[in-house]
């Protein structure tokens, strides 16, 4: 079954304490080429059938009403996973 990927991120004008503590982590285990860590989130849509215009539409509408908080995070991609 087809699936589309929604990824959501936080705002960039918003800290981000758990990807400062993972990038401080990750430069504690020598990675300082590593200098910034943010944390969001990926969503996996499983589709019956294709994957039409409308579904798409759709999904773009659930992105934006259910999987976000607009106020602090910004839906980034909307995509059919290969």
């Known amino acids: 079954m ?3 990927i929604v990824e959501v991120m936080p705002k960039d004008v918003l800290l981000d ?3 400062k503590a ?3 982590a990750l430069q504690g285990f020598g990675d300082g080429e590593i ?8 969503f996996e ?3 019956a059938g294709d994957i039409t215009p409308a579904i798409l539409d759709h999904i ?10 607009d106020v602090i995070e ?3 991609s909307i995509r059919v996973a290969d």
């Open 2 to 4: 087809p699936k589309v």
């Open 74 to 76: 910004d839906v980034i």
């Open 35 to 42: 200098t910034d860590v943010r944390i969001g989130k990926r």
């Open 17 to 19: 304490p758990a990807g």
């Open 45 to 47: 849509i499983t589709v």
């Open 60 to 69: 773009t509408e659930i992105a934006a009403d259910v999987l976000s908080n």
């Open 22 to 24: 993972t990038a401080r």
